[in-house]
T-cell receptor, first 115, second 111 residues
């Protein structure tokens, strides 16, 4: 079974802090994704990566950056946290085959509160 | 702009009822549509649909895709309280790595 592990279930930080959210997958998947989930807005893609050291902006990248130094690990960085970044953050991974992108597997999420 | 719309936004039923959840989409170069179930934690994968008219089934859940009318439905028969969750629909466009998610349907099943 695919396991996607996010480092924290709950996190409370202060405005202006630099925040790191970590995600690790154990299935050698090429693709990794960071989403935020807000009531009424669904899942919105922040960044994704299709290979080590590769990254692509999603739909709402402003205020975030990412790092993928190893295939199994994808980090989301809030450079200077703001209250409007309070949200549930979900990490996902997926593999590619001849048919294209395969279903994403999600971590349990990190509920981040910025005070 | 690509978009995925789910309806209804929320639904309350009693155990034993049958429910139909809807997902319509406008996506350039459609490749696949996925359904997920999200309880308290991670969304869990239910179905992946790529071809029109072919029903996918798992126990009391089934789903079908209509690529001409650009929608999919998820049916749940004989609902149970354990079916209470948010059901998410996501669509992938060919040639991208991304899935576009709908806002979800929140289903509550009462005993």
């Amino acid at each position: 079974d695919v396991k996607v592990t996010q480092s924290s279930r709950y996190l409370v930080k202060r405005t202006g802090e630099k925040v790191f959210l970590e995600c690790v997958q154990d299935m050698d998947h090429e693709n990794m994704f960071w989403y935020r989930q807000d009531p009424g807005l669904g899942l919105r893609l922040i960044y994704f990566s299709y290979d080590v050291k590769m990254k692509e902006k999603g739909d709402i990248p402003e205020g975030y950056s990412v790092s993928r130094e190893k295939k199994e690990r994808f980090s989301l960085i809030l450079e200077s946290a703001s209250t409007n970044q309070t949200s549930m953050y979900l990490c996902a991974s997926s593999s590619m085959d001849w048919g294209g992108n395969q279903p994403q597997h999600f971590g349990d999420g990190t509920r981040l509160s910025i005070l | 702009e690509d978009k995925v719309v789910q309806s209804p936004l929320s639904l309350v039923v009693h155990e034993g009822d049958t429910v139909t959840l809807n997902c319509s989409y406008e996506v350039t170069n459609f490749r696949s549509l996925l359904w997920y179930k999200q309880e308290k934690k991670a969304p869990t994968f239910l179905f992946m649909l790529t071809s029109s008219g072919i029903e996918k089934k798992s126990g009391r859940l089934s789903s079908i895709l209509d690529k001409k009318e650009l929608f999919s439905i998820l049916n749940i028969t004989a609902t149970q309280t354990g079916d209470s969750a948010i059901y998410l629909c996501a669509v992938e466009a060919s040639g991208t790595y991304k899935y576009i998610f709908g806002t979800g349907t929140r289903l509550k099943v009462l005993a």
